[in-house]
């Protein structure tokens, strides 16, 4: 499928910025189902100094260095990406999840850093062990690993519930455990915690998803999102993506921004800022999908 | 244990008695238990054993002064806020001979050489990972890797800053129980332990021709210069802040080195370059020695609620990787975990054999080593394999299954299969034990000793000395030591040592680095201000408190100026609330008692005596590093806590007299430390404005007070009395007009007499001169507020005149004049601050987006 995607950030200050920099993770990188064809990002007021690269996971990265004082800060990115469908397998025939250490250390893979780094658990996807204990429910002795992980994201979407006001940027895990709520980075974290701690690689991803209207209704503008999932690792695929909010594995109707170790590592803008006080934001993405002959 | 000791002096034997008999187990560095006195020792024994046993516990007391004195103890440098560690230096030192120093110093070296090709790697290549010789598990479950800096750390040149930490085992062999890769690890105390000791006992230090420490510094100074890449460099030494338990170390050694001691909120980028903000805008700064955890440095692209550096220093470093040393990044080769790979590593990356292995432990990510580590759980230490550096002898003591009970057990056992690649388990080792001196004669203690290694101009070098610090052998395997008994370590040359050359007083070449001290932060600004005005408000309430029990407690009546001082007491204490019951009806001198008590302990409002040391102590604390040792040491007796304080609250009103007279005589001592001691610079001006100011307000709200209304002729001659005992200016008062007090001559001296340095015109003046010398003042069109503000106030008092003004019954014009001061004062203060001190730019602050889809 093809898609448009437009995301705009409108940031709103109580008093003059006197200035801000931001590091923005918002032009889609190339995965194995996945091309970008096209991406612009608007910046105003435009910045001192911008720079564009690529961050320790190789995922495209803008940094903007904004020395004007400013009581409004717009970013607008706009992108178009193309994905395909991830190649058919079944999940019972990839390697038991506790046969991965020999995967893992033999020739050629253990050099792999790539693969390795996403074994290990960072700050905010550090497993308490009572994650660890709801880990094993999905993980049996002997059990394919993604047909582990799958049966994971699903129960995560059976007894977690999704509530924006539950959490915020900066709930630990362990508090998102106990209160069974959250939102999908919280679901995405929490997956990444029982998987990491029994040494399972899996990583961040941050992205699009399509969404639709309910039947008979028109789909309205703004009202997409980012959104974020995971991606486990087979010897026999790859990485393969799972949506632990919506309890599937994902087909083509996700788009990847970056991926990494979590939210922290692949954040769509973060900004320090001097000066501003207050702040309000407001955040439009819209998701379409293009004909291959015109847009539709 | 038997001895002999051929050539040690008479009275030696009896401190060695006891240490023979002492209790201790390990290696002796005293003693061969076969040869006696090992001979390293005997020249250092003979020299202090020669010694009667009266001079060597005046030595001792010498130096608990001295610790106590430069602040290196708990009571002058550490956060009045938090619990400190004690401070304590022996007056033995350790002793290292040339011959094993040479060994020494080469094994660390290997070791710093090691730590430099391996960081180099794992921010590069990662060819270690990648080969097996290097975990990769190690590295990714360790937050010290910081990914960002890959590609930045390799091109910051060599690591700058290694120190190890030591410890003999019982065979006699050093081994390391922590390295530290990350900061400077608190060589400022080291430096701190040397100058005290060498006070008290230099003449020894240099019989025994031990190596001096100066060169190595100098060297080090040098070295930094020089990677700077520019001859007159704006160096900075980078600290979290008072708060920070190394900070005594880092506000020492920014001192001798003649840097900047800044804070991350002192700084900004812009484009690709760092900035200091300062006073006259913002400075480039060319070089920043980092004391602060690499992890917190940048919120930008590292842990976003680290703001103990300047957002967008990585985006800077990228462009200018020398900037910042060590390398932001550095820390993670001082993981304890890497320890058993250390000896391929250096064969792989080297070349060379290991000469100096770490103690025996295990990295508990590799699954060998946790089973093996499962299975014989009780002889050994769980603990962190990344902790930070921090102050010397505060490594964590680790988790001892042995003293575990059985469930406490099972969690740990949990905790490791979980968590093992972020754990170590370690052997206790047997420390040395080595002679430590107290009055009942030597004693055995055990020991680690803390290295410190600097790049300088000809590769590595080896600080001639260390920190030597008591340890418990039965609970540490790390340099811990809550007790914080140091020692220094004396490295005994074979050479003769040149004189004594010391960086205090710096030679013309590095002079020039001295100066970019006179730069003064806006934030120094800041703290130096309220600096002036909390001394200037502790003396006047000491004085009003003092002038009031005076009155009360010599032999005088009511008419003496009792109603005087209860008016003065009041006007201190009216923003606060109101007694609980009624004053009025007791005596009159009970009242001024109670009113007393109140200003002094209670919580009557903002000016209470103990809220005004409070602030004087605070921020004084945060000033710290502008002021002198000695001015410090004055001020003491203010910390919360002193027995200063506390004993103000029970004091009988006779007690509380001499009590008010000692904290004055400090106050004096402290602005005379300051008067003749700072250097004129803008943070003087910064400080005797602030001072001025309050004593400007003090003065106005006192003349209002005591004189409008109008009282009888007697009242206001006690009145008078009272105000001149209060601004000092009795004796010039009677010296010029041998008279009894009268108001028009009075309020001459006090307010129009910009001669007399108690006078309203005299503040006034001095803070007009202090902003006209400082910077940013706009010339030509428009006056900045506070000038505008200063010239309104001058004016006024400079207009006024006297002998009508004090003729008036109705007082009309005194009470406008001094509500007009007393108004525009604090708007001058306000502007003050806007002008200089950057309210605008607030602490900088992040904001991140969250992804809220629906589900």
């Given amino acids: 499928m093809i898609f448009d995607v437009s995301h705009k950030t409108h940031y709103r200050y109580s008093s003059a910025v006197v200035q801000s920099q931001h590091l923005v993770h918002m032009k889609p990188r190339t995965v194995t189902r996945q091309t970008m064809r096209h991406h612009g990002l608007i910046v105003e007021p435009a910045p001192a100094m911008r720079y564009e690269g690529f961050d320790a996971f190789g995922n495209p990265v803008a940094i903007l260095d904004v020395e004007v004082p400013h009581r409004e800060f717009v970013l607008h990115a706009r992108s178009t990406i193309e994905t395909a469908l991830p190649q058919q397998i079944a999940f019972e025939s990839t390697t038991p999840w506790d046969a991965l250490d020999v995967e893992l250390e033999a020739e050629p893979r253990r050099r792999d850093l790539d693969i390795i780094q996403y074994r290990c658990m960072s700050p905010v996807t550090t497993a308490s062990l009572e994650i660890l204990d ?163 | 244990m038997n001895y002999t000791a051929p050539s040690l002096a008479e009275g030696g034997n009896d401190l060695l008695e006891s240490y023979c008999t002492s209790p201790g187990c390990g290696y002796d560095e005293l ?57 304590q230096l022996d007056l033995m030192p350790i002793v290292i001979a040339s011959g094993e120093w040479r060994w020494l110093e080469k094994a660390l070296i290997q070791r710093a050489r090691l730590c430099d090709a391996l960081l180099t790697d794992l921010y590069g290549a990662q060819d270690t990972m990648r080969s097996g010789l290097v975990p990769p598990e190690l590295v990714f479950s360790d937050s010290a890797f910081l990914r960002p800096c890959k590609d930045i750390l390799p091109k910051a040149g060599p690591l700058r800053f290694y120190a190890a930490d030591l410890a003999r085992t019982a065979d006699g062999h050093w081994r390391v129980i922590d390295s530290h890769t990350e ?244 052997e206790k080792i047997g420390f040395s034990v080595a002679p430590a001196f107290d009055p009942m004669g030597f004693s055995r203690r055990p020991f680690a000793v803390r290295f410190f290694v600097a790049r300088t101009a000809d590769g590595f070098e080896v600080m001639p000395g260390g920190l030597a610090m008591s340890v418990d052998p039965e609970r540490a395997v790390a340099l811990s030591a809550p007790d914080g008994h140091t020692r220094d370590v004396w490295v005994l040359s074979d050479e003769e040592q040149s004189p004594h050359v010391s960086l205090w007083r710096p030679k013309l070449e590095s002079a020039r680095v001295e100066r970019s001290q006179r730069v003064i932060q806006s934030r120094v600004a800041d703290d130096l201000f309220w600096l002036g005005r909390y001394s200037e408000r502790a003396d006047w309430t000491m004085r009003v408190l003092r002038g009031a029990l005076r009155r009360v407690e010599e032999d005088s009546g009511p008419a003496d100026g009792w109603r005087a001082a209860r008016t003065c007491l009041e006007m201190l204490l009216r923003n606060a609330e109101a007694p609980a019951r009624s004053v ?100 003087w001006s910064f400080l005797d404005m602030g001072r001025r100011l309050e004593r400007a307000y003090n003065l106005c709200e006192a003349i209002q007070t005591l004189f409008i209304p109008a009282s009888d002729a007697e009242e206001e001659t006690s009145r008078l009395l009272l105000l001149l005992e209060l601004a000092d200016s009795f004796i010039t008062y009677r010296s010029r007009y041998r008279l009894d007090p009268s108001l028009p001559l009075v309020l001459d001296l006090l307010l129009l007499d910009e001669s007399n340095p108690r006078a309203l015109a005299y503040q006034l003046a001095a803070i007009s001169t202090h902003l006209e010398t400082l910077p940013d003042a ?54 003050v601050a806007q002008h200089y001190f950057n309210l605008t730019e607030d602490a900088p602050h992040r904001v991140q987006t969250r992804s809220d889809p629906r589900p």
């Fill in chain 1, 134 to 296: 709801y880990a094993r429910h999905s993980f049996a002795a002997g059990r394919p690993v993604l047909e582990a992980a799958m049966d994971l994201s699903q129960r995560i979407y059976e007894d977690f519930r999704f509530d924006a006001t539950a959490t915020d940027v900066s709930t630990p895990i362990a508090h998102v455990f106990k209160v069974r709520r959250g939102v999908c980075q919280d679901f995405a974290h929490l997956a990444l915690a029982a998987l990491r701690a029994l040494r399972v690689p899996a990583r961040y991803v941050s992205g699009y998803i399509l969404t639709r209207p309910a039947p008979g209704q028109p789909k309205l503008q703004g009202t997409d999102a980012s959104h974020a999932w995971i991606s486990v690792w087979s010897p026999e695929t790859g990485w393969r993506d799972f949506d632990p909010t919506n309890g599937i594995a994902v087909a083509d109707e996700h788009i990847t921004i970056a991926h990494g170790r979590d939210y922290n590592d692949v954040c769509p803008i973060s900004g320090v800022l001097l000066g501003g006080g207050e702040h309000t934001v407001s955040v439009g993405v819209d998701v379409s999908t293009v004909s291959p002959l015109g847009r539709g």
């Fill in chain 2, 183 to 426: 900061t400077l690890a608190g060589i400022g105390f080291a430096l701190a332990n040397r100058v005290v000791h060498t006070h008290v006992a230099g003449d020894l230090f240099k019989r025994n021709n031990a190596v001096r420490l100066s060169t190595y510094f100098q060297n080090l100074q040098i070295a930094l210069t020089a990677h700077s890449g520019r001859d007159n460099a704006r160096i900075a030494l980078l600290t979290p802040g008072p708060h920070h338990e190394d900070y005594f170390s880092h506000t020492y050694l920014a001192r001798y080195l003649g840097f900047l001691l800044v804070e991350g909120s002192d700084l900004r980028t812009r484009g690709n370059r760092v900035y200091l903000k300062t006073l006259e805008g913002l400075k480039e700064i060319d070089l920043i020695v980092r004391c602060v955890d690499g992890r917190l440095i940048d919120p930008l692209e590292l842990d976003p609620t680290g703001f103990e550096g300047p957002a967008g220093l990585l985006r800077v470093c990228r462009g200018t990787p020398r900037l910042v040393v060590n390398a932001v990044g550095s820390a993670i080769v001082q993981n304890r975990g890497l320890g058993p790979y250390l000896p391929r590593l250096a064969r792989e990356l080297l070349g060379e054999e290991l000469e100096l292995p770490d103690a025996p432990r295990w990295w508990l990510g590799d699954a060998a080593a946790r089973r093996h580590v499962l299975e014989n759980l009780d002889g050994l230490i769980v603990r962190k394999a990344q902790e930070g550096t921090g102050r010397p002898g505060q490594a964590a003591l680790g988790k001892d299954a042995h003293t575990m009970s059985a469930a406490e057990r099972e969690l740990l056992r949990r905790e490791i299969e979980l968590y093992g690649a972020r754990f170590v388990a370690e």
């Fill in chain 2, 584 to 683: 009025r009806e007791t005596p009159l001198d009970m009242q001024i008692e109670r009113l007393c008590a109140r200003l002094i302990t209670g919580n009557a409002g903002p000016r209470t005596l103990e809220k005004t040391c409070e602030g004087l102590y605070r921020v004084a604390h945060l000033a710290r590093d502008r002021l002198s040792f000695e001015g410090w040491q004055t001020l003491s007796k203010f910390r919360p806590g002193d027995t200063w304080l506390t004993s103000l609250g029970p004091a009988q009103p006779v007690e509380l007299l001499d009590l008010l007279e000692g904290g004055l005589a400090s106050l004096a001592a402290f602005n005379g430390l300051m008067h003749e001691n700072m250097t004129r610079n803008f943070g």
């Fill in chain 2, 778 to 831: 706009r010339q030509g069109v428009s006056l900045a507020s506070d000038r505008r503000l200063i010239l309104t106030l001058m004016t006024s008092i400079r207009l006024a005149d006297v002998v009508a003004i004090a003729d008036e019954p109705s007082r009309t014009t005194l009470g406008r004049l001094m509500r007009e001061q007393l108004q525009l004062l604090p708007e001058l203060s306000n502007a």
């Fill in chain 2, 31 to 87: 003693l061969d238990p076969v040869e006696g006195v090992r001979p390293r020792w005997l020249g250092v024994l003979n020299s202090f054993t020669e010694l009667s046993t009266a001079e060597l516990e005046q030595r001792a007391a010498r130096i608990d002064r001295r610790v106590r004195e430069t602040g290196i103890a708990y009571d002058i440098f550490a956060d009045p806020l938090t619990p400190s560690q004690r401070w």
